[in-house]
């Protein structure tokens, strides 16, 4: 598991993700399976911790950049 924060002026993220790699013996099918199963589990974890999951499909970096920008407008 990863862990990457960034702040910004009225943005603060916190990025965690899973790294896995296929098993010998694991087919790419299965592997995305379980790939699917883990990323569900800590989504529950998350959430169930209070954190927002936020369904804006930009990087953080995209999303930093952004709010960095958006106090010249």
Same mark, same amino acid.
């Given at each position: 598991m990863a862990f990457d924060t960034v702040s910004a002026p009225l943005t603060d993220f916190l990025e965690v993700s899973i &790294?896995?790699?296929p098993r010998n013996d694991e087919s790419r099918d299965e592997? #995305? #399976?379980r790939a699917k199963h883990k990323q569900q589990k800590l989504e529950a #974890? #998350? &959430?169930d911790r209070g954190v927002t999951i936020s369904d804006n499909p930009e990087n953080k970096t995209r999303r930093v950049l952004n709010a960095l920008t958006a106090g010249d407008r």
């Open positions: &790294r896995g790699k592997f #995305a #399976a #974890a #998350a &959430r």
